[in-house]
């Protein structure tokens, strides 16, 4: 890793910086500052440095910005003050802040440039020709020391006078005696270099490191590289009292130069120091080294202990709360990068980062981090870490804050009854300004509790019949407390891109600016509609005024930071309003007719939204970004969830990346895929068409999809185009039942359509080895293509397995492995080599498609070039297919001539050690195990799919645990075995004409979260489209086989029944007794209801009907 520092990454970061300095360093700001240095030794400096702090904060909100670029600005602006002060501070010892400030050289990165700034002083004569010399003796100036020296007076050179005067301490007085020749009189038995070095690196000085580390010989540096790596990270946070030493970013300075002098190998020793690196950690969190701080991390992964982790979120929590806009990325990239969320919620660190975050408002990180634990671990959050935060907020007045911190930790009334016994308790030993806040606290609470009553009562009398997520603007008016309960739900629901702090806002602009081209506004009965975009935030207001239909009163209703609907008195809160009137002609349709043609209705809303969304985005006041995708996104997101009865999903998983924007519209999909820039309308389809996002399993078998692609940037930006779905039969069955090769093709392809089949990792592609035989995701495909034969074997039962074989290959190129089954009139084997590397095959960037389209580039990263091949042999019949991924999509290739026998390596050369530990052979009968006789066969169950099901239905796992203990050898990884699972289901028949859906999910926050309050690798299984839930849920990334199982019964609950097994990926399955201790747990206790509706979440109130009734 590289510990230079990069310049601004962008146009715009540079001008920010560019401005920021600018402030400082021109009036009106340049005279406070002097004025302030002037008189620095008389009482109240640090309250006048405060003062000109906050004007030009001042001077930055009346800038004409966007709101996101003044934010950016403040807190540019505010580090750029800091600078400014720790270096007056610095050069007070000299008495010449005001010349200093003068003549400051900066950095590309916004930092003072110490050298720079120390050579400016030295030209400048109005100070003294000692204050001068001082200057070049502490930057070791070698070039111009000399001459000082000589300009100066007889007493200024006496050294003992020198040696007694604290003014002349350090490499001053180094320099002094070494001019007299008398070096040794002070360095002792060091050398004068070491010397030196010594005293540069104790204070801080990276300019005088630099100097005196040229001039160490190889033997000096190797002994000095490590001690001073450690002692200058140990200082780089510390607080430093010494008004003579240098800030404590200029010891990180020193920590990247010398980490920058050693190997990969060193910086590794180094780093397995967890103090050491704990220490470097905290230093680059110092302005301007914290865009190393991640990469950092990353590299030092291995090292670093859970403390360590905690540690460095308190030390995060103490940048955020002085610094907010600049760290606020740099701590929701960390958080996301903590291996075990769960501890670190429930510690000291977190709690005083929560309370920071809290402080300054940040409530977008707040939920990052609350959404991304589990409900108990919120839950032990509150009750035991959260006092000191609810403290705080109830000081401060801040009620809907505390609302939303209860709201997200306690979601159930025993929880929430929980919270208010330790809260009276707690309160006890408050102050005396909390104490009479207390009544007020506990009414709070006791209204809490109740509303839990109230929700149960709206349920119970079926005020409410829709699924739990389904949000809608009638919700949002009549029972705000419902509509809060469904909003946190779509909360969860949305994916990282709502970490955007402006993304909530626009997805309710999205469903209330186009309310006056749709029929909802009268039937709402809003008679007016004000919004105001705040100058001083990124945030905005909308206020609803309507009437009720029964007395016609006026109700003021506004939406809260947290996106709830709140009643207010009037409008006069709301200060700079912005009307929202009608703009179109013709009305944005909200119902697809029947006798509408979908491509018209489709081209009236999408073309509808977009001319809204430009008539604000010009306007005077609120004005819309024209420049981020996301915003757009969230705009019709927002439109077509608060305002149509139609499921709608963002940033959904499907095929082989994600889709913006997915509706459902009863059998009919949409996909919809949004550009700004050069990209057009029609690149958005074909990428559409390349991801494949219109296989959409987990929402139902759709025979059509309409693909729009949308660019809001372009005149002709709307492009609609219907495209009918092959429906899949699974690939054993096509091979068996003899369908022809173009069929043959198409189920292979469409078995690639998941994530988790491929080399490449895109949850860290930096840390992946190509070469590793362990690669997670090597051999997933074979695992997959088992599974379908386990699955046909066990529905047809004159189908046997004869055997699998497999091996890794020599040099670890590839996995090759052999399937063959068998029935009285077929055998059918299956030869499949999953290369680990690129197979030696790299297939050539596609060709340009059409004229008019740009040649297909990988739009998230999740595949890379990636070779599979099938060797197909049907009754002596072969044929020969090459699977390959490559810029993101997937095809598949006919080839003359199959390869050898898996028997045999590339090379030719037959293979006859038994005991390659990565050859395993399995077999029905021993003696045909020619190639391997010592090699005993293994155990294998009959899949038999009907049992499966009925084992599950009655809380049992006998039969699952059967399969995977007979197979455990053909299972390398964690992804292998969700593959398998999948081939297992896919496809499966239960009755005639119903067959299981089964699709793997890999994201953490998801539309698939609410089956389970933990994990992030799902599968859903369902009959037809609509969702008859198994859910098998892989709690964590390490587990192999931590598996939970939930089955929706008639009384709406979850059953689960967990199997728990610990091992490491790396173990594998070793033999039959690591599954000895395999226990079953049937936790009915913490079920989590469904509120029913068709939907992917659960089912309509009308046809939930037990399992049983469902699969038997």
Excluded at 873 to 885: G, H, Q, W
């Amino acid at each position: 890793m590289d510990y230079n520092l990069l310049p601004p990454g962008n146009l715009k970061e540079k001008a920010l910086i560019e401005v920021a300095i600018a402030l400082w360093t021109h009036n009106p700001i340049k005279d406070e500052v002097l004025r302030v240095f002037e008189y620095r030794s008389e009482h109240g400096f640090d309250k006048r440095w405060k003062k000109i702090e906050k004007i030009v904060q001042e001077i930055v909100k009346t800038l004409e910005l966007p709101q996101t670029l003044k934010a950016e600005l403040s807190g540019i602006s505010t580090q750029i003050g800091l600078e400014i002060l720790r270096w007056a501070q610095y050069y007070g010892q000299y008495y010449c802040e005001s010349a200093f400030f003068n003549n400051i050289g900066w950095t590309p990165q916004g930092a003072i440039d110490a050298e720079k700034t120390a050579r400016n002083l030295l030209s400048d004569e109005s100070l003294s020709v000692l204050k001068r010399y001082k200057i070049a003796c502490t930057y070791c100036f070698e070039d111009i020391i000399h001459d000082l020296w000589k300009q100066l007076g007889k007493e200024e050179r006496h050294l003992k006078k020198m040696k007694k005067s604290r003014l002349y301490e350090g490499l001053v007085l180094f320099w002094s005696y070494h001019l007299y020749g008398k070096s040794a009189e002070v360095i002792g038995g060091n050398s004068i270099n070491e010397y030196g070095l010594n005293i540069a690196v104790d204070q801080g000085n990276s300019v005088a490191v630099k100097y005196f580390w040229k001039k160490l010989n190889p033997e000096e540096k190797e002994r000095n590289l490590e001690k001073y790596i450690v002692a200058a990270a140990r200082e780089s946070y510390e607080y430093i009292s010494e008004s003579r030493r240098f800030s404590n970013s200029c010891y990180t300075g020193i920590v990247c130069f010398l980490l920058n002098q050693v190997d990969d190998e060193q910086r590794k020793d180094i780093f397995s120091n967890t103090y050491t690196a704990e220490n470097i950690l905290n230093g680059l969190l110092n302005f301007p080294y914290r865009q190393l701080f991640i990469h950092a991390v990353e590299y030092s992964w291995d090292s670093l202990q859970e403390e360590n982790y905690h540690n460095l979120l308190y030390y995060i929590g103490k940048k955020v709360s002085n610094h907010f806009q600049s760290y606020k990325e740099l701590l929701r990239c960390f958080w996301q990068k903590i291996p075990d969320k769960e501890k670190a919620i429930n510690t000291w660190e977190a709690s005083e980062l929560l309370s920071k975050l809290f402080k300054v408002e940040d409530y977008v990180s707040i939920g990052l981090i609350l959404g991304s634990v589990s409900i108990p671990a919120r839950e032990k959050f509150i009750l035991n870490e959260g006092p000191s935060i609810c403290y705080n907020l109830v000081a401060g007045n801040k009620w809907q804050a505390l609302s939303n911190f209860m709201n997200c930790c306690l979601l159930n009334k025993d929880a929430a009854i929980k919270f208010k016994a330790k809260e009276r308790i707690s309160w006890y030993s408050a102050d005396e300004a909390l104490q009479e806040n207390a009544p007020t606290f506990y009414k709070f609470v006791d209204d809490f509790i109740a509303s839990f009553d109230a929700k149960s009562s709206i349920q119970a009398k079926g005020g409410h019949k829709k699924r739990k997520e389904d949000i809608d603007l009638e919700s949002f008016f009549n029972t705000p407390e419902v509509f809060e309960e469904e909003f946190d739900q779509v909360l969860s629901e949305v994916p990282n891109i709502a970490v955007n702090e402006e993304f909530w806002f626009y997805f309710f602009l999205g469903s209330i600016l186009p309310l006056p081209e749709t029929y909802l506004k009268e039937k709402l009965n809003v008679k007016k509609i004000q919004i105001e975009f705040l100058k001083t935030t990124t945030f905005g207001k909308i206020l609803i005024l309507r009437t009720t239909k029964e007395s016609g009163e006026i109700i003021c209703t506004s939406i809260g930071a947290d996106g709830n609907p709140y009643p207010i008195k009037d409008d006069s809160s709301i200060g700079l309003k912005v009307e929202v009137n009608r703009v179109l002609e013709q009305s944005i349709p909200l119902i697809l007719d029947k006798n509408q043609a979908i491509e018209k209705y489709l081209e009236s809303v999408f073309v509808g939204l977009t001319k809204v969304y430009d008539y604000y985005k010009t306007g005077e006041q609120l004005q819309l970004s024209e420049t981020q995708e996301v915003l757009r996104q969230a705009f019709i997101y927002g439109f077509f969830k608060m305002n149509t009865e139609y499921n709608c999903f963002i940033e959904f998983n499907a095929g082989l990346g994600t889709a913006d924007l997915v509706l459902q519209i009863n059998d009919i999909s949409i996909i919809a895929e949004c550009k700004i820039g050069n990209k057009t309308a029609k690149d958005a389809i074909q990428q559409i068409k390349n991801k494949c996002y219109y296989h959409l399993s987990i929402l139902g078998k759709f025979k059509v999809a309409f693909l729009v692609g949308v660019n809001f940037t372009q005149e002709k930006g709307l492009m609609i185009e219907k495209y009918d779905i092959s429906k899949q039969k699974g690939i054993i069955n096509v091979l068996m039942d003899d369908e022809s090769e173009e069929i043959i093709q198409g189920e292979l392809k469409f078995l690639c359509y998941t994530k988790n089949i491929g080399i490449s990792n895109p949850d860290n592609p930096s840390n992946h080895n190509e070469a590793d035989p362990k690669n997670k995701y090597v051999g997933s495909f074979t695992a997959l293509i088992l599974g379908q034969m386990l699955q046909y074997c066990g529905q047809n039962d004159e189908c046997e397995l004869e055997y699998i074989i497999t091996q890794l290959e020599e040099g670890s190129k590839a996995r090759n492995t052999e399937l063959v089954i068998s029935d009285s009139d077929n055998k059918l084997k299956l030869h499949i080599i999953e290369f680990t590397d690129k197979g030696g095959n790299e297939s050539p960037k596609l060709p340009t498609i059409d004229e008019d389209i740009s040649s297909p580039e990988p739009e998230d990263g999740s595949c890379g070039d990636y070779n599979i091949k099938v060797c197909i042999n049907k009754n002596d019949e072969e044929f020969l297919y090459k699977i390959i991924f490559v810029d993101g999509q997937v095809t598949v290739e006919e080839e003359k001539e199959c390869s050898n026998s898996v028997t045999k390596t590339r090379s030719g050369r037959e293979l006859k050690s038994t005991k390659d530990p990565y050859y395993v052979y399995s077999s029905s009968l021993s003696q045909e195990a020619k190639v391997s006789p010592k090699k005993s066969p293994l155990e294998r169950k009959k899949v038999n799919i009907e049992r499966l099901i009925s084992d599950m239905d009655g809380g049992k796992q006998n039969h699952l645990r059967e399969i995977i203990i007979s197979y455990r050898d053909f299972i390398y990884s964690e992804a292998n075995l969700q593959l398998f699972l999948k081939g297992l289901f896919m496809n499966a028949e239960i009755n005639e004409g119903e067959h299981i859906l089964a699709e793997v999910e890999k994201v953490s926050r998801s539309q698939l979260e609410s089956y389970t309050d933990k994990g992030n690798l799902k599968y859903i299984f369902e009959k037809s489209s609509q969702l008859y839930t198994l859910a098998i849920v892989f709690c964590k990334e390490n587990a192999m086989c931590n598996i939970e199982v939930k089955i929706t019964e008639n009384d709406q609950c979850n059953k689960t029944i967990e199997v728990n097994q610990d091992f490491s990926i790396d173990s594998g399955f070793a033999s039959s007794e690591d599954f000895s201790n395999v226990n079953i747990l049937l936790d009915l206790s913490t079920c989590t209801l469904l509120t029913p509706n068709t939907s992917l979440l659960s089912l309509n109130s009308d046809s939930i009907i037990s399992f049983k009734e469902v699969f038997m």
